[in-house]
């Protein structure tokens, strides 16, 4: 592969075309809003346009950069992954071991189902149903531990650009890269780079001498993508050897990858989709700004904006895109005032590029901008991430022309 160009994005915008770009993606955020009934995503009046409460689960065990997002109603836990939104792969936690419900108005009930190993609330074993609040603790085995916490969270923004840029802008594919004729997935599919994930951390398991309980049987995922040709390690970004995780904190990261893998393939529509991931991204990853970027069936393409509104420069935006089709690895800068590769524009900070790709190619790019250095475990949690969210995004794309 031939070595990324430099982006210098301070060429002259075009500002007409800029400006129409920018009102069709106003006008469909107006119409995505709309089909919520002018509320917000939790059912609120909308008196807070573009907020919402979430219900997460916070990792309690460090490093507590780790996050599950709850939804209305019943959040089911266990090690296999069928039957449960929330898999937690360790031999101490039973196929099904407990649930956690949420009510529309976010009061959360936790019910052990009679696991081998007990759910702890606070550090106290239950049994039957029990009221959990904002700040709780629970566990659910020795590597399982979550605080529970009700926040409010922002919605991203979203707008779209043309696929032929405006003069000195740089033109994006218009052929679709998205195969809207495949078969639908169902919400169990998962890619490919995660199952070996899992398969690692299971082996580690085997290799410790942990053991499942006396007659249970691991539900083997279902996986979809082309097998690497390689160990796990190709999986990780160029450069990258060891993220520096812990056998525990990768489990804490499949905890939360299987959940965002199950949430997004059920999106009934990209709207939804473009949510999902960015709640996935600001739950697990430090962050300034960021956007995902990825075609939609129309040809065009879709710019997913957090924090809500922040104004990209559309050249930056575009030729990150067009970098991101030609790379199949992460790239990753630890100062733009001394690396322009990813662009710089006379800010100091660090950037990360992960391309999206599915096994037809790629199909776009999610990109953050942060303070101080990327670590390599965020590069390979976003990495998983991007694998996900081009899946979804595919999956999404065939059933669904709301953008």
């Known amino acids: 592969m031939a070595s990324p160009k430099k982006i210098t994005p301070n060429t002259p915008v075009s500002r007409r075309r800029e400006t129409n770009d920018y009102a069709d993606g106003v006008r469909r955020d107006q119409a995505a809003e709309a089909d919520q009934g002018g509320r917000g995503s939790d059912g609120g009046d909308g008196g807070d346009r573009g907020k919402r409460r979430a219900v997460r689960l916070i990792s309690a065990k460090e490093p507590t950069d780790l996050s599950i997002d709850l939804q209305v109603g019943l959040n089911r836990i266990g090690r296999q992954r069928i039957d449960n939104e929330i898999v937690l792969v360790s031999p101490q936690v039973s196929r099904r071991h407990a649930q956690i419900e949420v009510s529309p108005d976010h009061r959360v009930v936790l019910r052990d189902l009679g696991s081998a190993n007990g759910t702890l609330l606070n550090g106290h074993r239950i049994s039957g149903e029990q009221p959990v609040h904002s700040g709780d603790v629970l566990s659910f085995s020795d590597q399982f531990s979550f605080r529970l916490q009700i926040t409010t969270v922002e919605d991203p923004s979203r707008m779209m650009l043309k696929s032929r840029g405006a003069v000195g802008e740089t033109s994006l594919p218009a052929r679709p890269l998205v195969d809207t004729h495949g078969p639908l997935l169902?919400?169990?599919?998962?890619?490919?780079?995660?199952?070996?994930?899992?398969e690692r951390v299971m082996a580690e398991d085997s290799h410790s001498g942990l053991a499942a309980p006396s007659g249970a049987k691991i539900q083997p995922p279902t996986h979809v993508g082309k097998p690497p040709t390689a160990q796990v390690d190709q999986l990780r970004p160029r450069g990258i050897k060891d993220t520096g995780t812990s056998v525990d904190h990768e489990r804490q990261q499949l905890a939360s990858l299987f959940q965002i893998s199950k949430q997004c393939m059920r999106a009934e529509s990209l709207v939804e989709l473009d949510r999902l991931l960015i709640d996935a991204m600001s739950g697990n990853i430090s962050f300034s700004r960021a956007?995902?970027?990825?075609?939609?069936?129309?040809?065009?393409?879709?710019?997913?904006?957090?924090?809500?509104?922040?104004?990209?420069?559309?050249?930056?935006?575009?030729?990150?895109?067009?970098?991101?089709?030609?790379?199949?690895?992460?790239?990753?800068?630890a100062d733009s005032m001394t690396d322009s590769t990813l662009g710089g524009d006379g800010q100091r900070d660090a950037r990360l590029l992960v391309?999206?790709?599915?096994?037809?190619?790629?199909?776009?790019?999610?990109?953050?901008?942060?303070?101080?250095?990327?670590?390599?475990?965020?590069?390979?949690?976003?990495?998983?991430?991007?694998?996900?969210?081009?899946?979804?995004i595919a999956n999404c794309s065939r059933t669904d022309r709301r953008l």
Not at 364 to 371: A, Q, R, Y
Not at 372 to 384: G, I, K, Q
Request: negative net charge.
């Open 186 to 198: 169902s919400s169990d599919s998962i890619p490919r780079s995660l199952e070996e994930r899992n």
């Open 355 to 392: 391309p999206l790709r599915t096994d037809d190619g790629p199909i776009g790019t999610i990109f953050l901008l942060h303070s101080t250095p990327f670590a390599p475990a965020t590069v390979d949690f976003l990495s998983l991430l991007s694998d996900i969210a081009a899946l979804a």
């Open 291 to 333: 956007f995902i970027a990825y075609q939609v069936p129309t040809g065009d393409w879709k710019l997913v904006i957090s924090p809500r509104g922040y104004n990209w420069d559309r050249h930056l935006v575009r030729d990150l895109l067009q970098l991101s089709l030609t790379t199949d690895k992460p790239l990753v800068v």
